[in-house]
Nanobody
Framework: QVQLVESGGGLVQAGGSLRLSCAAS????????MGWFRRAPGKERDFVAA???????YYADSVKGRFTISRDNAKNTGYLQMNSLKPEDTAIYYC?????????????????????WGLGTQVTVSS
């Protein structure tokens, strides 16, 4: 598995934007699916977005149209561009990765499908 380090979190006003980055170790990042999850205060860790090795993507309904997941395999880095942020987006955001899934179309979206996790980065959206 890979080691993952998130960055880019911070404090932003409602309506603002942030871009999270997820730096991965190792030489085979291009074969991994990558996902973003978040845990709001007092809640469970929930799925946000994911991208497979073939760059197929999937989003939670709550962020569709506002967040964009992408990857740069040359830099071993994944990204989550977050626009039109809302106070309810406040959470710790975690990057996850796994290389189990080889289908061109399948995008893993559950916690159990990802074997590598970062430590998280805090995103706070003020109203």
């Amino acid at each position: 598995q890979v080691q993952l380090v998130e960055s880019g979190g911070g404090l932003v006003q409602a309506g603002g934007s942030l871009r999270l980055s997820c730096a991965a170790s190792g030489r085979t990042f291009s074969t991994y699916a990558m996902g973003w999850f978040r845990r709001a205060p007092g809640k469970e860790r929930d799925f946000v977005a994911a991208i497979n090795w073939n760059s197929s993507t999937y989003y939670a309904d709550s962020v569709k149209g506002r967040f964009t997941i992408s990857r740069d395999n040359a830099k071993n880095t994944g990204y989550l561009q977050m626009n039109s942020l809302k106070p309810e987006d406040t959470a710790i955001y975690y990057c996850a990765a796994d290389r189990t899934y080889t289908s061109r179309r399948y995008v893993p979206t559950t916690l159990a499908e990802f074997g590598s996790w970062g430590l998280g980065t805090q995103v706070t959206v003020s109203s």
